[in-house]
């Protein structure tokens, strides 16, 4: 059974990489276009803010994505995001490698995400969790459910539980 992710069992210091999907996640999901084809996605500032908090605690954070956006990359360099892995197609292989480049333990990780293409990073670690709009066999698959809507201060919850349990505030 999954670890699951709450004030009360969560494993304090143990988790020291936070793994972000992008789209659905970090972002709402929605992409808006321009008649000329430019895109643009929208952001929440609180949710940039819990990374960025969450960082300075000494907790990494890596973006994981099957994107490939300028946007992605401006949106990580935003927030002191060292790491973005994009146009992943095999998200459980790049988890993998992600933790044994940094000689890390799956007890070690989070990965949060929305979509199927998330459930193979899933697999990779102990703690997981999704939106509440993520499709339904991601969240039949999250450790813990956010109350926040993706995009909407999803990440800035798992941010400050991992902080909270870790101490912080």
Partial sequence: ?????????FPSA????????????????????????LVMKRFDVRDGKGVLLLQES????????????????????RLQVAQCE?????????????????GL?????CYMGDDVNDLAAFAEVDY??????AVPEVRAAAGYITRASA???AVREVCDLLRQAQGGC
């Fill in 151 to 153: 995009g909407h201060g």
């Fill in 86 to 102: 994009m146009n992943c197609m095999d998200k459980g292989e790049t988890v993998r490698q992600i933790l044994a480049d940094r």
């Fill in 128 to 133: 997981t969790v999704a939106p509440p709009e």
């Fill in 14 to 37: 143990s988790i020291k990489l936070l793994m972000l999907d992008v789209d659905g996640t970090l972002s709402d999901g929605g992409m808006y276009f321009s008649a000329d084809g």
């Fill in 1 to 9: 059974m999954r670890n699951c992710l709450s004030m009360n069992n």
């Fill in 58 to 77: 000494g907790v990494e954070v890596v973006f994981v994505t099957a994107d490939d956006s300028p946007i992605t990359t401006a949106r990580a360099r």
């Fill in 105 to 109: 333990s799956r007890a070690e990780a």
